[in-house]
């Protein structure tokens, strides 16, 4: 079904903001998509680490149509998360819990979701055809779409820059029947620009454009279900949920208005929260303070191996005792975590000799190579 006027966008685009939505553009289907391509090279690489579904789902995510062959046209909807604060001053601060700024609020696929289903109920009633929503959990590329609609440009993060928002945006997106007059692309204009490659804790840019999930923070705090390889948990810092460094230096950021919307506010609790509390939840407590937030998904026992590696980079020995606790945890991998932070915590005769009491004790190997391979300055953090 065709409807393409210039009034027709523009009547969406006033209700997409009415709605809470910071920004709509729209694009067309037609082209090829120069995406699929970039994904191939992604996955023959490897660099989509354990997450085994992008590969299981590369066939539909070669184009939007092949999802689903009806939709004619896109609408990109973008909704501004900018903090109220630099969200790296928290590194300076190790004793605390650094959460990426997406996550210090409520879970943002329920809240854009929401507001899209009644976006696409209003455009269905308005000019009918027919769609669908998608927020970030459908075999759907997003930031290619949102940037061929223009509401920004994939910098050298891969991330989606805007003008007006950063590097600050949720996105989502309704394919549609319907076809609607296309937006023109938003053009690269970061210039020479490589402050987001150069300030990666883990160096997981092999090249601009190009992401290697497997050394980044976010995918090593969310996704990766063991332990986290020993030669990046000391550049995770006190990073203990994802991690921001790439977004937050991006010079495009001065231009973004920080998030007005409640329900995107940060929680006081999870801004900076300590360390030696965080290390103290249980399962109960962990989902009462995670309650409609995206942590909640990883766990609590994935979420305190991550706090315990933090507490290890602490630098304070006081904190030894709370690792030390969590080596009577049933699970192996919260277990392993904290013999890793006591190996800095502690000296080496307090290490060895802790040691030598818990040995009989452990069975698991992983948790074992652990105990036998402390860093070679055991303790060098300490006091």
Known sequence: MTISTSETEDLIRTEALRLGFD??????????????????????????????????????????????????????????????????A???????????????????????KGRLKVLAGWLQSRFGGQLKVFVDTAPLMEKPLAERAGLGWQGRHTNLVSREFGSWLF???????????????????????????EVCPTKAFPAPFQLDARRCISYLTIELKGPIPSEFREALGNRIYGCDDCLAVCPWNKFAQVGSELKLAAREALRAPSL???????????????????????????FIRNVLYAIGNSGDPALAAEAMRLLDEPSPMVRGAAVWALSRLLDEAAFTSLWGERSAAESDAQVLDEWRSPLPACGERAG
């Open 171 to 197: 996105l989502g997106s309704i394919l549609t029947t319907l076809e609607l007059v296309p937006d023109p692309p938003e053009p690269m204009h970061c210039g020479s620009c490589t402050s987001c490659l």
């Open 276 to 302: 030696a509390e965080l290390s103290r939840l249980d399962d109960p407590a962990f989902r009462v303070l995670f309650s409609k937030s995206p942590v909640k998904r990883i766990g609590r026992d994935r």
């Open 90 to 112: 928290v590194l300076d601060e190790p004793t605390r819990g650094a959460i990426s700024v997406y996550a210090r609020g409520d879970d943002y696929h329920e809240l854009i």
């Open 23 to 88: 920004l709509c553009r729209f694009t067309d289907l037609d082209a090829a998509w120069l995406a699929a391509a970039r994904l191939g090279e992604f996955l023959d690489a490897g660099r989509h680490g354990e997450m085994g579904w992008m590969a299981e789902t590369a066939e539909r995510r070669a184009h939007p149509q092949a999802m689903w062959t009806e939709a004619r046209s896109a609408i990109l909807l973008g909704v501004n998360y900018g903090p109220d604060e630099n969200p790296l």
